[in-house]
């Protein structure tokens, strides 16, 4: 077996999508994003629900 080491790195995606995502759904602001008709893609970014 080969030497185990621990790095000090944290992946981009952490701060640019994990914690957007957690400060979106959190957000109190009435009108800013209405969770039932409106979901996140991967970027974070809002889309709308259309109905059928």
Do not use: C, W
Not at 16 to 37: D, F, H, M, W
């Amino acid at each position: 077996m080969g030497l185990v080491t621990q790095e000090d790195d944290m992946e981009s995606f952490f701060l640019a999508e994990t914690l957007k995502y957690l400060y979106l759904i959190q957000e109190t602001e009435p009108g800013e994003v209405n969770l039932s008709r409106q979901v996140f893609n991967t970027e974070a970014h809002p889309l709308h629900i259309f109905d059928e």
